[in-house]
């Protein structure tokens, strides 16, 4: 009997179409890493931003536009970040990087956002021309800002709650630590 016959090669010259579930671009998104109430936030604030910066961008002339120009770079900024975070959150990149690291940049990102969207649309409301486009741009505006600050308190009130349930465990150890080893 010779090793030909016995032995056959282990990987395959011509493998077929690829088999599961999961192919193409399908397979490199993960939207389970956030839990579905966070992944809607996030979706909801990519949409509003994008809406926010096209209503803007139809605009076509503006008295006082200083705030009209700060709303174009807060909505535009927003919508980059809140993109490159869903990218971070779906993709594999998520696990080539430390995952508390990307939920404090999340956390930041997130607050920072928020707070300069909602002072972009005040200060958009304060200076705006009233035309349909603007009034448009500014409630998407102040709708993505809500949902950016929510989005911050939901991740506030998770992460006192991880660290609620640390403390017992650093109580414990320290009553150890402080016993006799004798006794």
């Not at 966070?38 to 076509?60: D, G, H, N």
């Not at 594999?92 to 707070?115: E, H, M, Q, W």
């Not at 300069?116 to 448009?136: G, Y």
């Not at 102040?142 to 017992?168: H, T, Y």
């Amino acid at each position: 009997m010779e090793n030909g016959a016995v032995y056959s090669p282990t990987t395959e010259e011509h493998p077929g179409p690829a088999r599961g579930p999961r192919s193409g671009l399908v397979a490199c998104c993960f939207p389970g890493r956030l839990r579905w109430p966070r992944r809607t936030l996030k979706i909801l604030q990519l949409v509003l931003s994008l809406l926010a910066f096209i209503c803007e961008e139809v605009v076509s002339q503006c008295t006082l536009c200083g705030g009209l120009y700060f709303f174009e770079f807060v909505s535009c900024s927003a919508f980059l970040l809140s993109l490159l975070m869903l990218i971070v959150y779906f993709t594999p990149v998520y696990d080539r990087v430390d995952a508390n690291k990307v939920k404090s940049s999340d956390f930041y990102i997130t607050l920072g956002i928020g707070c300069v969207f909602l002072l972009a649309s005040i200060i958009f409301v304060s200076t705006h021309d009233k035309t349909s486009a603007e009034w448009a741009a500014i409630v998407f505006g102040f709708l993505a800002s809500f949902l950016f600050l929510s989005d911050f308190v939901i991740m506030f009130v998770e992460k006192r709650q991880e660290s609620q349930l640390r403390k017992p465990e650093a109580t414990i150890k320290a009553e150890a630590l402080t016993e006799p080893l004798n006794a």
